[in-house]
């Protein structure tokens, strides 16, 4: 696809379970961003890969959030023991280098932990 | 990154120019203005970004006073598809920093037939 697609666009999960939410990129883009909104909130920075590594997880909130870009293409963000807090939209953008000007976003993926 | 102060929420009537103010009064010489905007239901879309010149592109018009602490989005002929909400992010352009964006609240425009 020409844009940035997140998998699955809605995830119930129930609390204490774990998900993995996945982003396919814009193909060639060496640059790849998590953030998460809360309702009524703007987007708030998670993490960002340049190629495999995490060049900044500073956002993350603690040691239940993880994430992985293995091949420099998809990213997979992970959730240990989810509690209702972790409610939110999980968004994903990829720029094609660290110094674009532009961030392209996903449509992002729905959490809810009930 | 500098902070920025936009207004919660603001109308628009559909044909007219909406005009966005933002005001970033502490940014520092190598950080750059940029507009995003989040359509219900969507991922935030860029619109425009400029340092001290005024942009202009196909979707709108960014004006940066002279001190640069603060500036105006212009919409030239809102359209109801233009209801949404509005980020003024201000960030340094780096290799280390890369796309990282700190967004604030945003404007809430509700453009009216």
């Known amino acids: 696809g020409a844009g940035v697609s997140q998998t699955p666009s809605n995830k119930v999960t129930e609390k204490g379970k774990y998900v993995e939410l996945r982003c396919d990129p814009i193909?060639?883009?060496?640059?790849l961003y998590w953030y998460r909104q809360s309702l009524g909130q703007g987007p708030e920075f998670l993490i960002y890969?340049?190629?495999?590594?995490?060049?900044?997880d500073s956002g993350l909130p603690n040691d239940r959030f993880f994430a992985v870009r293995p091949e420099g293409s998809v990213s997979t963000l992970k959730i240990q023991r989810t509690e209702r807090g972790d409610s939110a939209v999980y968004l994903c953008?990829?720029?094609?280098?660290?110094?674009?000007?532009?961030?392209?976003f996903g449509q992002g993926t729905r959490l809810t932990v009930v | 990154d500098a902070k920025t102060t936009q207004p919660p929420s603001m109308d628009c009537a559909e044909g007219r120019a909406a005009n966005l103010p933002c005001n970033h009064s502490?940014?520092?010489?190598?950080?750059?203005v940029y507009w995003y905007r989040q359509i219900h239901s969507q991922g935030p879309q860029y619109i425009i970004h400029?340092?001290?010149n005024n942009e202009t592109n196909e979707m709108a018009s960014l004006i940066i006073t002279e001190d640069r602490k603060s500036s105006t989005l212009i919409l030239p002929h809102a359209t109801l598809r233009d209801t949404a909400v509005y980020y003024c992010?201000?960030?340094?352009?780096?290799?280390?920093?890369?796309?990282?964006?700190?967004f604030g609240g945003g404007t809430r425009v509700l453009v009216k037939p």
């Open positions: 953008a990829s720029a094609q280098d660290p110094s674009s000007t532009e961030a392209f």
């Open positions: 193909s060639g883009h060496t640059a």
């Open positions: 890969f340049q190629g495999t590594g995490a060049a900044d």
């Open positions: 502490t940014i520092s010489g190598n950080e750059y």
């Open positions: 400029g340092l001290k």
């Open positions: 992010i201000v960030r340094v352009a780096s290799n280390a920093a890369g796309n990282k964006l700190t």
